[in-house]
């Protein structure tokens, strides 16, 4: 088969559509027939050599895709032959097969676009396991997303508003949040212009708060005394990017404070199956967000879509921030 190789590590040039080995799916593994593949902030780290595969992964980039059943492993009963899936993977989606336990598969609803599909996977674990699972948020509660225009903010704003929370979100543009408040972001706030924080706080004095319920936040280092300065009573902050860094100073007084709390989550390093496991998490999504997508209540946003070829533009864009949503490589 073909796949994007890593000729050593680096800026996005590094990467080259080439021969690779065929997969072939072991015991309680499906083979997938590529037909697109998200591109995720955690590639271009991997790209970079600061996010390496988890041991027994697939070394090629590429956490989620969608695309059609080619083959099934031994013990393999709930799939067929030609489903219409997308999977979450902890490596090898940016290439023409690829190789997933069948736990971490989900069935592509007939009414949503094959290719589109493949935007799902990694954002939906991403978001219901943070949200739901790790930080409890539930209806009347006030969720602040920090980059509300990315592939996870677009999607967390639909769960969240599904769930009966109040959504603010920040951005670094106007069109932007407008897209956020067509979405169902009800605070918007330019992170350029405006203190997030200030601002969180004048939303909620007239109702009685003092903060955010939940801050599901990308930035890590950079953001972390603002984040617990904005946090309501019990608030929960989740971390789970650093986009601003590694290393931040926490006023546990502060936090103390607030009875609130800070967790540092990832996806990928999960084990397949178990408690806490991607597989676990799959199954969540597949019973309680899973009808969300088939009544139209959360879609996937796609904001590019290239030829997997162009492989290195994609990350171009992912970088330069300007892109509303996801970004895909499609597989001819």
């Known amino acids: 088969m073909r796949a994007i190789n890593l000729n050593g590590f680096g800026g996005p040039e590094v990467m080259q559509w080439g021969a690779a080995p065929d997969p072939a799916p072991g015991p309680g593994e499906v083979l997938i027939d590529v037909a697109a593949a998200g591109v995720n902030r955690a590639d271009m780290l991997q790209r970079q050599g600061f996010y390496p595969a988890p041991p027994g992964a697939s070394e090629t980039l590429g956490l989620e895709c969608s695309g059609v059943i080619a083959a099934l492993g031994a013990g393999v009963r709930d799939w067929r032959i030609g489903d219409r899936v997308c999977a979450l993977l902890a490596g090898g989606g940016y290439a023409e097969r690829v190789v997933v336990p069948?736990?971490?598969?989900?069935?592509?609803?007939?009414?949503?676009d094959?290719?589109?599909?493949?935007?799902?996977?990694?954002?939906?674990?991403?978001?219901?396991?943070?949200?739901?699972d790790t930080a409890g948020l539930h209806a009347g509660q006030l969720l602040l997303i920090h980059?509300?225009?990315?592939?996870i903010g677009s999607h967390a704003i639909q769960v969240a508003r599904a769930l009966g929370a109040r959504v603010a979100v920040t951005a670094g543009s106007a069109e932007k949040l407008a897209r956020c408040a067509e979405l169902g972001a009800q605070i918007l706030i330019n992170y350029r212009e405006e203190d997030f924080v200030a601002r969180i706080a004048e939303e909620r004095s007239g109702s009685g708060g003092f903060g955010a319920d939940v801050i599901l936040d990308v930035m890590g280092g950079s953001y972390l005394a603002r984040n617990v300065e904005a946090l309501a009573p019990h608030g929960r902050l989740v971390v789970i990017g650093m986009q601003g860094g590694v290393t931040g100073e926490l006023n546990i007084g502060a936090l103390l404070r607030k009875w609130g709390s800070v967790h540092a989550t990832n996806v990928r390093n999960r084990p397949n199956t178990g408690a806490g496991s991607k597989a676990e998490i799959v199954g969540e999504l597949r019973r309680r967000m899973w009808p969300m997508l088939a009544e139209g209540i959360v879609a996937p946003v796609v904001g590019a879509e290239l030829p997997i070829t162009e492989a290195a533009a994609a990350h171009r864009m992912l970088e330069d921030s300007?892109?509303?949503?996801?970004?895909l490589l499609r597989v001819e």
């Open 102 to 112: 069948a736990g971490q598969v989900l069935a592509v609803p007939d009414e949503l």
């Open 322 to 327: 300007k892109v509303f949503g996801k970004v």
């Open 114 to 132: 094959l290719v589109a599909a493949a935007a799902l996977p990694e954002v939906a674990a991403t978001v219901w396991s943070n949200l739901v």
């Open 147 to 151: 980059g509300g225009g990315s592939g």
